[in-house]
């Protein structure tokens, strides 16, 4: 049973960086799609990105349109740690970030959704 938790979120102004992370402390997540997902105030929760499963698709990444460019997620198997890059961070990213694993990238349709951890709020505010 995968117990994913997020790291990392934080009040950061516009144009600011974060890097957050998702984490397991018991399984391996590499046999896992990862993916990362968004819920503003007030709004539906809404896929940002994924990685694929270490072992299928060469780890391959999606992104929603609105972040192309300014987040990079990757992975280091290692730490046994999915990492989400967001740079020029603008007020509409503020939200509750969660992280969630399963057996595919579609984010549009909150896929992978099968494990979610509890989220970590990014604020960016000047």
């Known amino acids: 049973q995968l117990q994913l938790v997020e790291s990392g979120g934080d009040l950061v102004q516009p144009g600011g960086s974060l890097r957050l992370s998702c984490t397991d402390s018991g399984v391996a997540l590499d046999y896992y799609a990862i993916g990362w997902f968004r819920q503003a105030p007030g709004k539906e929760r809404e896929g940002v990105s994924c990685i694929s499963a270490s072992d299928t698709r060469d780890g391959s990444t999606y992104y929603t349109d609105s972040v192309k460019g300014r987040f990079t997620i990757s992975r280091d198997n290692a730490k046994n740690t999915v990492y989400l890059q967001m740079n020029n961070l603008k007020p509409e990213d503020t939200a509750v970030y969660y992280c969630?694993?399963?057996?595919?990238?579609?984010?549009?349709?909150?896929?992978?959704?099968?494990?979610w951890g509890k989220g970590t709020l990014v604020t960016v505010s000047s």
């Open positions: 969630a694993a399963g057996w595919g990238c579609n984010i549009d349709y909150g896929d992978p959704g099968d494990y």
